[in-house]
């Protein structure tokens, strides 16, 4: 299927091209039977197995996401859509299987009718894709106004509802962007997004210097919620992962900053160094110790039945991001790969981070996780209910591999690791 004959024409590869994004509508619409139908057949053994209602189902999201090779999130949004195509839209489903709607078409199609009751979201289903050819030529935003506006004229007040029950939705999030850059995204009721766009921009309408309308808006935005000059940062607690050969000029490594990533060394440097010299900050050294062969941290342990806040403290910047593939969530819960109530210890090894919906998953029935340290580095293999298996292996500490180490280093580290035990 991924073939390309090199002698086609050109009209012979735009068809190739429409044919293959036929195929993959098809793909989609098998993937969502495949979900609804491991769900429904999930649920049904549990049931038989005397599974509470309320629990029956629990990790199937997961396992979709897996095979998908997606996160633990957005499994539950593929399995969401699945089950609603499959058991309350026929149309949208057919016209994807055929390849008039593509996968983000229809999860449009599904979303802006999520507020309607069954009946009436057959019927908006039946009147936007009974008849594909309505559908030809329609992309993103005409479809989404087409199933909004049908929701409206069938149940106006749960539309209204659903808006009224979105603005408990409100947050800010963070995500790094090209170039040591980041994201700030807020999510408002559009009257208070619409005013905190106009204020920006009536600023920089009214700003005339070097700066252009963007940056004008950049730092106007960070002078107001910081009350500070946008050239002075706000003074926040930084968690800064580097080698020392990095830190001393001697390597131009990556650094690694806690929640955010890797960011070159020079720019690291940097940031010590504003921290040690403003008189206002406070710069603290802590060693890490990695193994010599992988560059993984060493190993921690704990008698305690939870983990200690320097214990997970540790297993954080060993991890950085959920440690279930595909995920890359921030990390919420620092918890057993075995169960303590199965023998598994509190240690670093038997310890993973994880975020708070990958965690609650692999508490499901039928799901094993097991950890170890291979040739120095943490790995953990998850299988699922169904005998899938995935591995995970943590990032190496940032730094130039070690291609040589002395005995008493190697010494220091093992009683290090003896000394945590004990």
Not at 5 to 33: C, M, N, T, Y
Not at 249 to 262: F, I, M, R, S
Request: glycine letters at 8%; a neutral charge; one cysteine or more.
């Amino acid at each position: 299927m991924a073939a390309v004959d090199p002698h086609a024409d050109e009209a012979g590869l735009v068809e190739r091209i429409a044919w293959l994004e036929r195929v993959k509508s098809a793909a989609a619409a098998g993937q969502a039977g495949a979900a609804a139908a491991l769900d429904e057949k999930r649920r049904a053994d549990e049931a038989a197995a005397g599974v509470p209602k309320a629990k029956q189902g629990r990790g199937v999201a997961s396992e979709v996401a897996l095979a998908r090779q997606d996160s633990a999130a957005r499994g539950g949004r593929h399995l969401g859509l699945a089950k609603a195509l499959v058991h309350e839209m026929p149309h949208t489903l057919a016209a994807l299987e055929c390849g008039a709607l593509s996968e983000w078409r229809a999860t449009l199609v599904t979303r802006e009718s999520a507020c309607l009751s069954v009946e009436d979201r057959r019927v908006l289903d039946a009147e936007l894709c009974a008849d594909v050819s309505r559908l030809e030529g329609m992309g993103d935003a005409r479809i989404t106004a087409a199933a909004k506006e049908t929701a409206a004229r069938f149940d106006a007040q749960a539309v209204v509802d659903r808006a009224a029950k979105a603005e408990a939705d409100r947050t800010v999030t963070i995500r790094p962007a090209p170039d040591c850059m980041a994201y700030v995204s807020a999510l408002l009721p559009v009257a208070q997004g619409v005013g905190v766009y106009a204020a920006l921009k009536r600023a920089a309408d009214t700003t005339f210097d070097d700066r252009s309308s963007g940056q004008v808006m950049a730092d106007t935005l960070v002078e107001r919620v910081t009350g500070r000059p946008a050239e002075e940062p706000e003074p926040v607690s930084l968690n800064l992962v580097m080698s020392d050969q990095a830190l001393w000029g001697q390597d131009n490594a990556p650094a690694v900053l806690e929640g955010y990533g890797p960011i070159p060394a020079s720019l690291a440097q940097r940031l010590v160094k504003d921290a040690v010299v403003d008189a206002r900050s406070l710069a603290t050294l802590r060693r890490l110790y990695r193994d010599p062969k992988s560059g993984s941290l060493v190993a921690m342990e704990s008698r305690s039945r939870f983990f200690p806040k320097g214990l997970a403290e540790f297993i954080g910047l060993r991890d950085r991001t959920c440690r279930t593939p595909y995920c890359d969530a921030p990390i919420r819960h620092r918890d057993h790969a075995t169960p303590r109530n199965r023998g598994g210890p509190t240690s670093a090894t038997n310890g993973l981070g994880e975020c708070e919906r990958c965690n609650y998953a692999k508490e499901a029935p039928g799901w094993r996780v097991a950890a170890s340290d291979e040739n120095g580095t943490h790995t953990a293999q998850f299988v699922t209910p169904t005998g899938a298996r995935y591995r995970s292996a943590a990032p190496p500490l940032p730094g130039a591999p070690l291609v040589a180490v002395s005995e008493v280093a190697v010494r220091i580290g093992v009683a290090l690791a003896d000394l945590h035990a004990a």
